[in-house]
């Protein structure tokens, strides 16, 4: 697999892309689900998931709070954020599809955040433990999201409702703009801890001999 191809399917994962997405998704939930508290389900679940990461991210980053034996330094942002996305976001497009085709529907939006560890293993910029704590995660946020709306009814989408609610993601995807969360994350941890360099990977496995 080519990196080009490995760095899209990380992309669906990429805060720059999944955070307007969140957005729009909220905006729709709100407009097209007949549950109104669907929406404030949905930004509990998408915060919720984004808050975790963070916390596990700033623990190991700041204060060196990981595992060495596991190679742990923090849930996969990428993947659990994707994780918690997709099949929701799936769901919601699909809402008035036959039931064959929504269920085909929904196996994609559980088929991308797959597509998006495995890229973060590939690419390696994450440990097998970090992709699959975060697809766990994000799986567990998504699916509690779904099981929540089991009995709502959604509104359909015309097309151009439709191109106007995918514009956003795909000029996203088509521009390419990676977020700056990892970085920002470091600063803060490096700032409440106290300390003059966040904590590396290579810190924490040195540990292990």
């Not at 151009?160 to 390419?176: E, F, K, N, S």
Request: with cysteine.
């Amino acid at each position: 697999m080519s990196w080009h191809i490995l760095h899209f399917l990380t992309y669906f994962g990429d805060s720059m892309l999944l955070i307007p997405t969140a957005v729009i998704m909220a905006i729709l939930i709100n407009w097209k689900n007949s549950d109104r508290r669907a929406v404030g389900y949905w930004v509990l679940a998408f915060c919720a998931a984004g808050a975790i990461v963070s916390l596990s991210k700033i623990a190991f980053l700041g204060f060196g709070i990981g595992s060495a034996r596991y190679n742990f330094t923090g849930f996969s942002g990428h993947s659990a954020m994707s994780a918690t996305l997709w099949p929701v976001m799936l769901w919601l497009l699909s809402g008035r599809l036959p039931p064959l085709w929504r269920g085909f529907a929904l196996g994609i939006g559980y088929l991308i955040p797959l597509m998006v560890g495995a890229s973060r293993l590939i690419l390696n910029y994450h440990s097998h433990s970090e992709v699959f704590a975060g697809l766990i995660l994000g799986f567990t946020l998504s699916s509690a999201f779904l099981i929540s709306q089991r009995h709502a009814r959604l509104k359909g989408f015309s097309t151009g409702q439709l191109t106007i609610a995918l514009l956003l993601p795909l000029v996203l995807l088509g521009h390419g703009k990676l977020a700056t969360t990892q970085q920002f994350l470091q600063r803060m941890s490096v700032h409440i801890a106290g300390i003059d360099h966040a904590w590396t990977r290579e810190e924490l496995l040195k540990m292990r001999q």
